[in-house]
C-alpha cells in the first residue's frame, strides 16, 4: 500500500491511483480544457496546480484521445515543445527544427497522429518561468506570435493550458 501524502512533491501521472479529494476540481478542469482552445490555471504557489495536472486530468485526456505534451518556458519555450515531442523519438536533437515555424512543426506532427489520438494539448506547466527568465518584451515576442499563429488555426486539433502561479496571472495581459 502506497502512502498518498506525498507532502511538498507535486503528485506525478503514475500517482494516478493515489491522489483524491480533487475530483470536482479536475472534472471542472477537463471541462475548461474541451471548452475553449486555450484554458488558464492559475493559482497560489503550492496550491497543486501541477498535481492536478499530472494525476487529476492527464489520464482523462488521454482516454479521451488527448496527448498531453508538458513544455516549461524556462529555456528558448518553442523549441521545448519540440523537444517534448520529439526528444524520445529522434535521439540527437537535429538542426532543421530550430529553424522549423511552430505552426508548420505541429502541423507535420499532427498529420501523423493515430486514429485514437484526436489532437494534442500543449500543456505549460509553471509558465511564471517564462517571465522570469525572459524579462525582455524583444526576446518574448517571436513566442507570442508562434503560439497565436497555432491557437488561431483551427485546422491544428490542437489546445493549450497554461498553468500559473497567481501572482503572475496579470503578466498574461501579453
Not at 491511483?17 to 503550492?46: C, M, P, V, W
Not at 501523423?112 to 526576446?139: A, C, G, M, V
Request: glycine residues 4%; proline residues 5%; hydrophobic residues 40%.
Amino acid at each position: 500500500h502506497q502512502n498518498p501524502y506525498k507532502f511538498l512533491y507535486a503528485y506525478d501521472v503514475q500517482d494516478k491511483d493515489i491522489y483524491f479529494g480533487r475530483e470536482k476540481a479536475s472534472a471542472k478542469l477537463i471541462q475548461s480544457i474541451q471548452k475553449d482552445r486555450l484554458t488558464i490555471l492559475h493559482a497560489n504557489s503550492g496550491a497543486g496546480k501541477t498535481s492536478i495536472i499530472n494525476a487529476g486530468i492527464s489520464f482523462e485526456l488521454i482516454q479521451n484521445g488527448q496527448l498531453p505534451i508538458y513544455a516549461r518556458a524556462y529555456r528558448d519555450p518553442l523549441n521545448s515543445i519540440k523537444q517534448a515531442i520529439c526528444s524520445h523519438m529522434l535521439g540527437p536533437w537535429p538542426d532543421i527544427l530550430d529553424d522549423l515555424g511552430l505552426q508548420e512543426f505541429l502541423g507535420l506532427v499532427c498529420a501523423h497522429l493515430s486514429r485514437k489520438t484526436k489532437e494534442i494539448i500543449i500543456i505549460f506547466d509553471q509558465f511564471e518561468e517564462y517571465y522570469i527568465f525572459w524579462p525582455d518584451k524583444n526576446y518574448r515576442e517571436p513566442f507570442l506570435q508562434e503560439v497565436s499563429s497555432c491557437y488561431f488555426d483551427e485546422m491544428l486539433p490542437l489546445r493549450f493550458l497554461i498553468s500559473i502561479r497567481k501572482d503572475y496571472y496579470s503578466d498574461l495581459a501579453d
